[in-house]
């Protein structure tokens, strides 16, 4: 069974810093490209980055700077460390497996981001 879970949300400030973890079982990690999605209340969910297999990454405009998506194949986790959140960057986030023509998801991890 596939199973996809991630970890690290919460609730800080403007200006802080979170770190999210996805840790994926089910599948040969190493295999799939992996992203990062959001998606904010009333909104459709949205790319924020991805990693391939080989490492190459790509960030979406509005975190470029502030987010750094990466990878650790020895402990099938995907992490996205965010940096100078600000509130717009509230909304739950959900890992993506992808890349073998089946994708799967996580459950999602909500960050607000509020002073």
């Known amino acids: 069974q596939v199973q996809l879970v991630e970890s690290g949300g919460g609730l800080v400030q403007p200006g802080g810093s979170l770190r999210l973890s996805c840790a994926a079982s089910?599948?040969?990690?190493?295999?799939?490209?992996m992203g990062w999605y959001r998606q904010a209340p009333g909104k459709q969910r949205e790319l924020v980055a991805t990693?391939?297999?080989?490492?190459?990454?790509n960030h979406a405009d509005s975190v470029k700077g502030r987010f750094t998506i990466s990878r650790e194949n020895a402990k099938n986790t995907v992490y996205l460390q965010m940096n100078s959140l600000k509130p717009e960057d509230t909304a739950v986030y959900y890992c993506?497996?992808?890349?073998?023509?089946?994708?799967?998801w996580g459950q999602g991890t909500q960050v607000t981001v509020s002073s």
């Open positions: 089910g599948i040969t990690f190493s295999m799939y490209a």
């Open positions: 993506k497996a992808f890349g073998l023509g089946i994708d799967y």
């Open positions: 990693i391939t297999r080989g490492g190459s990454t």
